[in-house]
């Protein structure tokens, strides 16, 4: 089959790599017919390199149709349409049980000291093959997939419930937001634009987006979300005070994680650590390593007194420094982790399914490839060019 796999930093190319099979009698195997590029494989593809092998089959973010299924399954059938969610859970554990699906203990790459296995996301989380590919092999089948509606929707009606919209479900969950609440979304990729249309959904009677991209911030206002341009405003947190009676936001969500710009000495040290041989960067990344983190100092400053900061932007740094004097003194909540996607599914799927499409799930994908032009698509969206906003790519075409 062909997949997208990872070569080297800022690296990637479509190759011919072994179909999957059936491995363990729980396993299924889809035949994907879309599958995303997620802000997170951008920290692969120019950040965590060192713990990937040439060859690693990327992507997190696939839907399709079942083709073959296990002795144990389940009640998965083939010919059923499904998502897959990015992380991979057994449903009856005690963290399952209890909706911490990203720390399933059936699954946790323990080698590693992490949580649950992740799809095409390094050896930290399992070296598991990614859905960027034609066909995916889906441990744990008889709990993962979703079956959605074979109604002859585009794609893109169902895709996201595979990370974007249980991530940006989340993401407001943890926000805490009070009846009638103000948001702060910091960063309007998809899941910031996700976060601030749900945050409406569920009742803030205001959501302001921060964003420097001119097409993330319209987007964002076609769903009823006010924006800033940080780079137009001398003073972030004053302006955002002047909109929220001098207070602060009552929740902020940190759409942004690790690869925040503005700061300039950790992005110059992580380029350094990214060039040197896996041996030295591995273990340097994982006990010494440091974030972008203007973007969640930025969210410190925008919360009010008493609020909630929520982070659901990816961090992968073991020492970075945080203001807990001013966190301490504001008396600020912090919530923050990998999606339990299952957790979330019943709530967001009758959404996706509306025709009335109240979240405007078939308004966030702005590139439609082949697989083929992943190489391409990857570039294009690490820059931010051409007006890109979220691809769907077509194993297929």
């Known amino acids: 089959m062909r997949a997208l796999t990872w070569q080297g930093r800022e690296k990637v190319s479509v190759e011919d790599v072994p179909d999957p099979r059936i491995e363990q009698p729980t396993d299924a195997v889809v035949r994907v017919t879309s599958t995303a590029i997620c802000g997170s494989d951008l920290h692969l593809y120019g950040v ?5 092998d040439a060859g690693d089959v990327l992507g997190h973010e696939a839907m399709g149709v079942v083709e073959e299924v296990g ?15 990015f992380n991979i859970a057994c449903g009856h554990c005690w963290m399952c049980e209890r909706g911490l699906q990203t720390q399933c203990e059936t699954t946790q790459v323990r080698s590693q000291d992490k949580g649950a296995a992740l799809f095409g996301y390094t050896k930290l989380y399992g070296q598991v093959p990614g859905g960027q590919a034609q066909y995916l092999r889906v441990p744990q089948a008889q709990y993962g997939p979703v079956v959605v509606p074979d109604d002859g929707s585009p794609d893109e ?11 940006a479900w989340q993401a407001v969950e943890y ?13 309007l990729g998809p899941v910031g634009q996700m976060s601030g249309r749900i945050a409406l959904h569920r009742g803030a009677s205001r959501v302001v987006g921060v964003d420097l991209v001119p097409e993330r911030r319209a987007m964002a206002e076609r769903h009823g979300v006010e924006t800033l341009d940080p780079s137009a405003v001398d003073d972030l947190a004053a302006a955002v005070r002047d909109l929220t009676f001098g207070r602060g936001a009552d929740s902020v969500i940190d759409a ?23 041996a030295i960067a591995a273990p340097l990344t994982e006990r010494a390593a440091t974030d972008r983190l203007a973007a969640l100092y930025t969210a410190f400053d925008l919360v009010r007194r008493g609020g ?52 405007g799930v078939l308004d966030l994908r702005t590139h439609r490839l082949p697989l083929e032009s992943a190489p391409d698509a990857y570039r294009t969206f690490q820059r931010k060019e051409d007006g890109c906003i979220k691809v769907v790519l077509d194993p297929w075409a």
């Open 157 to 167: 009606r169902y895709l996201y419930l595979s990370d974007v919209l249980p991530t």
């Open 308 to 359: 909630t900061v929520s982070i659901s932007g990816v961090y992968g740094g073991a020492k970075d420094p945080l203001p807990m004097m001013q966190l301490f003194d504001k008396q600020v909540t912090l919530r923050m982790g990998q999606a339990n996607v299952r957790r979330w599914t019943d709530d967001v799927l009758p959404l996706a399914a509306d025709v009335s499409d109240p979240l």
């Open 175 to 187: 926000a805490d937001v009070p009846p009638g609440g103000t948001v702060v979304v910091l960063g």
């Open 48 to 52: 965590l390199g060192m713990f990937l």
């Open 71 to 85: 002795p144990e399954a389940g009640n998965l059938r083939v010919g059923d349409r499904v998502v897959i969610p």
């Open 256 to 278: 942004v994680g690790m690869e925040a710009h503005g700061s300039p000495l950790a992005e110059a040290t992580q380029k350094v650590v990214g060039v040197l041989p896996d």
